[in-house]
């Protein structure tokens, strides 16, 4: 049985007033609340912040980003050492925002996503495809190129703690939701790769997010699909009371 999760990518949003009220108000509602993961995802310069006020909660704190090295001469980046060290439990990587903008290609996602499992974080994965290549009929072989790419030469007990996130990109941001069908296929098809590269017992366990304008009013027909084990949450995990209603939806 897969528990749901259900995260918050806040990208590159708030000041540190609205982050102090936005995670009381969080803390308020879902601060002992156990029947789903939930993670919130703050920009780096707010992490340690909201480490010290999560701290004791059942609201796990993560990252939107690191790089592959420890430490060094990296100027303007953030090591996985680091994000430890302020109390992250997850990490989001390959977000289509940083393939599109800062030219994250699978392999360095993949080189992080081996970095981020040996300082003990979890990864979670994002993939899915551009509106051009799902008009096109080529959804399915980007996707599973991603997964190919980003998930080299990781062995199968360690592809067990990774999260993965579809995120269609044409649903990013637009107010446009895949239809539950269309989220359904794709997380079947995501899980039948991963049991071909990683076998079944992996396949099986690993939880696949749907992201891309989830709101309270279609979280729960998500939810619903088999192979729907939760959500990354973009626009809709900016205010308390939208999250809130997202989490509590997400209840299997
Ligand atoms: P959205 O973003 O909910 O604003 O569409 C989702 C994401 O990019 O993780």
């Given at each position: 049985?897969?528990?749901?999760?259900i995260g918050g990518n806040w990208?590159?949003?708030?000041?540190?007033?609205?982050?102090?009220?936005?995670?009381?108000?969080l803390?308020?509602?879902?601060?002992?609340?156990?029947?789903?993961?939930t993670v919130i995802f703050?920009?780096?310069?707010?992490?340690?912040?909201?480490?010290?006020?999560?701290?004791?909660?059942?609201?796990?704190?993560?990252?939107?980003?690191?790089?592959?090295?420890?430490?060094?001469?990296?100027?303007?980046?953030?090591?996985?050492?680091?994000?430890?060290?302020?109390?992250?439990?997850?990490?989001?990587?390959?977000?289509?925002?940083?393939?599109?903008?800062?030219?994250?290609?699978?392999?360095?996602?993949?080189?992080?996503?081996?970095?981020?499992?040996?300082?003990?974080?979890?990864?979670?994965?994002?993939?899915?495809?551009?509106?051009?290549?799902?008009?096109?009929?080529?959804?399915?072989?980007?996707?599973?190129?991603?997964?190919?790419?980003?998930?080299?030469?990781?062995?199968?007990?360690?592809?067990?703690?990774?999260?993965?996130?579809?995120?269609?990109?044409?649903?990013?941001?637009?107010?446009?939701?895949?239809?539950?069908?269309?989220?359904?296929?794709?997380?079947?098809?995501?899980?039948?790769?991963?049991?071909?590269?990683?076998?079944?017992?992996?396949?099986?366990?690993?939880?696949?997010?749907?992201?891309?304008?989830?709101?309270?009013?279609?979280?729960?027909?998500?939810?619903?699909?088999?192979?729907?084990?939760?959500?990354l949450v973009g626009?809709a995990s900016l205010?308390?009371?939208?999250f809130?209603?997202i989490v509590?939806?997400?209840?299997?």
């Amino acid at each position: 049985m897969r528990k749901s999760i259900i995260g918050g990518n806040w990208k590159m949003n708030k000041t540190s007033k609205e982050v102090e009220e936005l995670v009381k108000g969080l803390i308020q509602e879902l601060g002992d609340y156990k029947e789903v993961d939930t993670v919130i995802f703050p920009p780096f310069i707010y992490l340690e912040r909201v480490g010290s006020l999560l701290k004791g909660t059942s609201i796990a704190l993560g990252a939107q980003n690191m790089f592959w090295e420890e430490k060094g001469a990296y100027t303007g980046e953030v090591s996985p050492l680091m994000l430890v060290d302020v109390g992250c439990r997850y990490v989001i990587l390959g977000h289509s925002e940083r393939r599109q903008h800062f030219g994250e290609t699978d392999n360095w996602i993949n080189r992080k996503i081996k970095t981020a499992l040996r300082f003990g974080l979890t990864p979670v994965l994002c993939v899915g495809e551009r509106l051009e290549e799902r008009k096109s009929g080529r959804a399915e072989e980007i996707v599973s190129s991603q997964l190919k790419g980003c998930l080299s030469g990781i062995n199968p007990s360690q592809v067990e703690k990774i999260v993965i996130a579809y995120e269609p990109v044409w649903a990013i941001g637009t107010g446009e939701t895949a239809t539950p069908h269309q989220a359904q296929q794709m997380h079947r098809f995501i899980r039948e790769n991963l049991q071909e590269m990683f076998g079944e017992s992996v396949a099986n366990s690993v939880r696949i997010q749907y992201g891309g304008s989830v709101k309270p009013d279609n979280i729960k027909q998500l939810m619903q699909q088999q192979d729907v084990d939760g959500a990354l949450v973009g626009g809709a995990s900016l205010s308390a009371a939208s999250f809130v209603k997202i989490v509590k939806y997400g209840e299997n």
